[in-house]
């Protein structure tokens, strides 16, 4: 299994999906591939690009998405009562 790991603002997230990915799969011989999209904006052009690409024209290849959006402390939360 390959996982290859891509922050959501990379120019170039589709070439990580249809070029790399691709390449090191078949270079390693490996038949399970995972494009892991840490989410760091809450810019999603770059995967709503790769998610429309894909519509079109799909591999086997899992497509992950973590959100990792900086988000204040729920400890420094201020709660209105």
Not at 10 to 18: F, M, N, P, S, T
Not at 25 to 50: F, P, Q
Not at 61 to 78: G, T
Request: aromatic share 4%.
């Amino acid at each position: 299994m390959i996982v290859e790991t891509k922050l959501s603002t990379h120019e170039r997230l589709r070439d990580g999906y249809y070029e790399q990915l691709p390449t090191y799969a078949k270079a390693e011989n490996v038949k399970n591939t995972i494009l892991l999209i840490l989410r760091v904006s809450e810019d999603d052009k770059h995967i709503n690009g790769l998610k429309e690409a894909i519509a079109r024209k799909s591999l086997p290849i899992q497509v992950k998405v973590i959100d990792a959006v900086r988000k204040p402390s729920a400890s420094k939360r201020r709660t209105t009562i």
